[in-house]
């Protein structure tokens, strides 16, 4: 039987989060805060019948997942796939920067989901590849809970083409976790969305 349930997180507090600086395949670290907020999910979390852990290569997502996997002695499987979307020549830019500098192309970014920016990628592109590996990873058949833990963007789009009935782009707190649940028609359906009991 193919995993029947999946607890997706956002990774944990970066300093350009805090920044509010947008980072895609920058691989910038955790912030102190940033890996707290990891123990605090492991903690949290710990107790889940968790069989496997997913995680997009780029540390931020890595290091989230790492004190969890220490608590349940799981292996940690990186997927290039699971990465936040290429920003391109908006990465390490604040919003209102890339307003000033590139006012045409975010206006395309905002309006655009299959617009490519230059040097990066589009959100469909993103999407794609998001789906690619839920696809491939919840076919396998010996797990039955795992987590994945990406990035807002990413997941934001992913769940766009996991949840069709998802109309809405959903934001995602850091370290955040949502819940999808496989029913009796192989329908996957949201149980829990953009959860943090363990940062209150």
Excluded at 13 to 30: A, F, I, K, S
Excluded at 79 to 97: A, M, N, P, W
Excluded at 146 to 166: D, W
Aim: net charge neutral.
């Amino acid at each position: 039987m193919p995993i029947q349930r999946v607890i997706i997180v956002r990774h944990g507090e970066t300093d350009y989060n805090v920044e509010h600086r947008w980072q895609g395949h920058m691989d910038v670290p955790l912030n102190k805060n940033g890996k707290a907020q990891a123990e605090a999910l492991a903690k949290h979390l710990v107790d889940e019948a968790i069989d496997g852990i997913f995680v997009s290569d780029l540390n931020r997502a890595y290091d989230t997942a790492r004190p969890l996997a220490k608590l349940k002695k799981l292996d940690i499987i990186p997927d290039k796939r699971l990465r936040e979307v290429h920003l391109g020549i908006f990465q390490g830019l604040t919003r209102t920067q890339i307003q000033e500098v590139y006012p045409h192309k975010t206006m395309c970014w905002d309006n655009d989901d299959s617009y490519v920016i230059t040097h990066g990628e589009s959100r469909v592109q993103v999407q794609n590849r998001t789906y690619e590996a839920w696809q491939e990873i919840t076919q396998r058949d010996d797990m039955k809970t795992i987590m994945i833990v990406s990035h807002g963007g990413a997941i934001r789009m992913m769940l766009l083409k996991v949840l069709p009935q998802t109309t809405e782009r959903m934001r995602f707190a850091n370290t955040s976790f949502s819940i999808l649940e496989r029913d009796s028609n192989n329908i996957w359906q949201s149980s829990a969305i953009n959860m943090t009991p363990h940062l209150e």
